[in-house]
């Protein structure tokens, strides 16, 4: 499956302090129910996300999280890596389903408690064979 690179743009006046946590949580809360429409409600009709406008990016994680629910899974866990590619060593949210690679990962990138942008990594550290001891904290095969 090809990925794309997708950026999100959030605004100023929307991503900082405590709406940029929620920003946060609720993206990931979007990509662990494999349901975009919980992160619709936060993006402005007016934004745009690297060439593509908010229905669209909307669209793109559904197409993502299709895949997925096609393949029968309902929901995918969330674990913590790293880029090891374009942006080597920010922080990567991971989020997998019953394989030993995520089924996708993003960047939630902040600067001053600010969101700047969300967009896919397609180099995160999970993309390689995961240690085993990690793995085991987590249940997978629900």
Known sequence: METH???L???ANVSTGKSAQHIKNTFI???QSLDASIFEPLIDEDQNFQDLDKYRFLQSMKVEFDSWKEEGFKQTTMIKGHCEGCHCNHKVYQFYTNK????FAYIIHKENNQIEDIFAC???SGMRAIEKGTLL???FWK
């Open 29 to 31: 809360k979007a990509c």
């Open 9 to 11: 743009k959030l605004k």
């Open 137 to 139: 904290q987590y249940d």
């Open 100 to 103: 030993l690679t995520p089924a």
């Open 122 to 124: 397609n180099l995160s």
């Open 5 to 7: 690179l997708i950026k």
